[in-house]
């Protein structure tokens, strides 16, 4: 491909209970926030196409055709819209779309905006609607839910590799760390190790959710939304924004098996490492270059396993690079430096838009103080669907 | 009076499902087969055998769930990952309270109606 496509504009919700609200004010909302930032409120209608990610507002809200009605809501008409679902994966989705049909020479500029309003209905029945991405017959109809094979595959990664629970509770540790400083974030409370693991009352504060997983290794319910300004970087329309273009430097995905005791091997996240290797090679870079990550830790077993996936650390070592202080916002290789799923929030239909967000704003220098990473180049986001079953992987980059 | 209702019960099943042209098993169903890529008609199974999948399996993983969605009114349950001795594997629950990794189990076919909807039927591995 020979297009350039950067990022001109980005906008977010504070994410967290937006449940009074209607989704599509919300979506609106974030979106108008990216036509501020890029200095195109008044030409919004320069935007060639709008796609909106969602993953499941008829069940969440009973609201269907979302897309066209953002558009209407924000005054854009005629301007074409289309809606994106793809499970969790549904933002980075959108995203890769969205440069799709700019590098196809269809579009110059166009919208990306993920939203998501989950707590609008009870949380088992948001577990119900969030299990039903499982396989009908032989999963769902089990009881099975996306925390159950959480804790199925954190069992099997633990026992192979000697990770602890009190490793995981590192990784949430660090994590509610930089939400803490996030303005966007669900959970902006720190955690302490002594709270969720050492001390004698750490199993009350901390409880089990799907052992071994348990309240801090799982991500919060979360309503949100977050929007993206995609530019053909060669097209005459680059020139009306007024901040400097964040490209897209590559973008990889892949599927897996649906159900996952088809997998070989259950520990082996085949969808994230194919997408990872697609991701690298359009950007022509490999990990070692990678200076920051947005990793889909809905459990914060996946934000471990996704880290060797995609070649940040060897397998099975990523939990040690957490305990080393690796992975924090002067480490290494800092992960999640928006506190990640777990402290910032999982609004499913939002998220990947979310971390392309972040990577923008680490790649602009526009993160808050305490969790800009220190001259980033390249920041990489993995949006993950179902339990690993599709995949995108996105690298960013700084010119 | 004659309960109609009482007769023909079927014991609930899960099958498996096998491709005649090259013999590879499968559980669930596909619609092609991934080594011969003969195609299956869900309606007749034609060139297809099905059978049921019950008896001894190997525990992979196991979790114990204490968030349950809607319908499951208990406090918890416990489901796992299970290899049968054909080499098949499958998720369903665990009849048993103290799992083990490696553990030999018996998979069973039960009914569930804890969901809205037709009953389905269900695995628990004890």
Redesign the interface.
């Known amino acids: 491909m020979t297009a350039r496509v950067g990022i001109v504009g980005i906008g977010h919700t504070r994410f967290g209970n937006s449940s009074a609200y209607d989704l599509v004010d919300v979506m609106a909302y974030a979106a108008t926030d990216a036509l501020v930032d890029a200095g195109i409120l008044d030409q919004r209608r320069e935007i060639d196409q709008v796609f909106v990610a969602n993953m499941a507002s008829g069940l969440f809200c009973h609201q269907t055709s979302i897309a066209s009605a953002m558009v209407s809501k924000m005054d854009m008409e005629p301007t074409p819209a289309e809606l994106i679902e793809n499970g969790p994966a549904s933002g980075a989705s959108a995203v890769k779309v969205a440069y799709m049909a700019i590098a196809s020479g269809m579009v110059d500029v166009a919208m990306v905006v993920g939203g998501e309003i989950m707590r609008k209905v009870s949380g088992w029945e948001g577990t119900d609607v969030v299990a039903s991405m499982l396989h009908t017959e032989a999963e769902y109809n089990m009881g099975l839910t996306l925390p159950s094979f959480g804790g199925m595959f954190a069992r099997l990664y633990m026992e192979k590799y000697g990770c602890t629970e009190r490793d995981l509770a590192l990784v949430a540790v660090k994590d509610h760390d930089n939400g803490l400083l996030n303005k966007y974030a669900h959970v902006q409370g720190a955690c302490t190790i002594e709270a969720i693991a050492d001390n004698e009352t750490a199993g009350v504060v901390n409880n089990y959710i799907a052992e071994p997983l348990r309240i801090y290794s799982t991500c919060p319910v979360t309503d949100g939304a977050a929007a993206l300004i995609l530019v053909n970087m060669d097209s005459p329309k680059a020139a009306m924004f007024k901040k400097k273009a964040v490209r897209i430097a590559g973008f990889g995905s892949a599927t897996d098996t649906h159900c996952v005791h088809n997998r070989k091997d259950p520990l082996m996240l085949n969808a994230v490492r194919i997408a990872g290797e697609k991701a690298y090679k359009m950007a022509g870079v490999t990990p070692k270059d990678i200076s920051f990550a947005e990793l889909h830790d809905a459990f914060v077993i996946l934000e471990l396993a996704i880290s060797e996936e995609v070649g940040l650390f060897e397998r099975g070592k990523s939990f040690l690079a957490v305990r080393n202080g690796e992975t924090s916002i002067k480490g290494r290789i800092p992960i999640n430096t928006s506190g990640g799923l777990k402290s910032k929030g999982h609004p499913v239909g939002a998220t990947g838009v979310s971390q392309v967000v972040e990577l923008v704003r680490q790649l602009r220098g526009e993160a808050e103080e305490g969790r800009q990473v220190e001259n980033p180049k390249y920041g990489m986001s993995v949006n993950f669907g179902g339990f690993g079953n599709n995949v995108v992987a996105i690298i960013c980059a700084k010119d | 009076m004659i309960d109609f209702s009482m007769y023909d019960v079927k014991a609930p099943e899960i099958l498996g499902y096998k491709c005649l042209t090259c013999g590879t098993t499968y559980?669930?169903a596909p619609m092609i087969c991934r080594k011969c890529s003969s195609r299956r008609d869900p309606v007749t199974n034609k060139k297809w055998e099905t059978f049921p999948l019950t008896g001894p399996v190997t525990l992979?993983?196991?979790?114990?769930?204490?968030?349950?969605?809607?319908?499951?009114n208990v406090k918890y349950?416990l489901?796992?990952?299970v290899e049968f001795e054909n080499g098949l594997?499958?998720?369903?629950?665990l009849g048993i309270n103290n799992p083990n990794?490696g553990m030999k189990l018996t998979a069973r076919v039960e009914e569930?109606d804890?969901?809205p909807g037709k009953p389905?039927?269900?695995?628990v591995f004890e």
């Open positions: 559980y669930p992979l993983t196991w979790t114990r769930v204490w968030n349950l969605p809607e319908g499951y349950m489901f796992g990952i594997r499958a998720s369903g629950r990794i569930s804890e969901r389905v039927n269900i695995f």
